[in-house]
């Protein structure tokens, strides 16, 4: 019986630890893009993020490969919390194909630089394949989980309004894209840190 218990904790305690590795993992990736978008934000001083798209990193010879790389290591990153979400919200979803067709798109916008007009055509899928998906989790999970299905459909919601409108003030793509960016950020945030959002709802009655 003894053994039962300790193996039992043993369990726990791995599962926890892996839990914090999952979450280690996320923010570090998070991190990294966003030391590499000031990096190279710095370093191309005359790029102005009001009159270019964040493609235009890509194409610079100094900093292009760094960019490139951050958006891999993010691409990655989406695609395991994808298959994370689903599994723990909604096993063998359908779902899980969009999820993971929109994040090949983003893997290849990072691939083919913006020279090429294809490169445009896997941003744009992208963007939709990645918002729909965030859109129809929500839809789907509302039956089982309310908080976080009328959660993710503001937030799919909020993620092209958003960025439109700061579109239609600045006529660039690269406040927009980290708009955007800002939402999927977001998204991610609340489901892998689902308990704590959950507390911090209560707290106002929700």
Known sequence: MFDNVANTEYMVHVKERIERLKQVHYIAAIILFVATFCFCWLYSSNLELTKISLSHFGIQTEIGFFWNASLFVIGIT????????????????????????????????????????????????????????????????MKSDLRMGITSIVIAIASVICPLAVLMIVKSFALPELTHTLFVFTWVSITKFDTQYRNFLKRFGL
């Open 78 to 141: 989406l695609f395991i919390e994808a298959i994370l979400n689903i599994n723990k919200y909604m096993p063998k979803s359908w779902l899980m194909y969009l999820f993971i067709a929109s994040v090949i798109c983003l893997l290849l916008t990072a691939s083919v630089d913006m020279r090429h007009h294809i490169h445009y055509y896997f941003a744009y899928s992208y963007f939709i394949g990645y918002t729909s998906s965030i859109f129809l989790f929500g839809f789907l999970l």
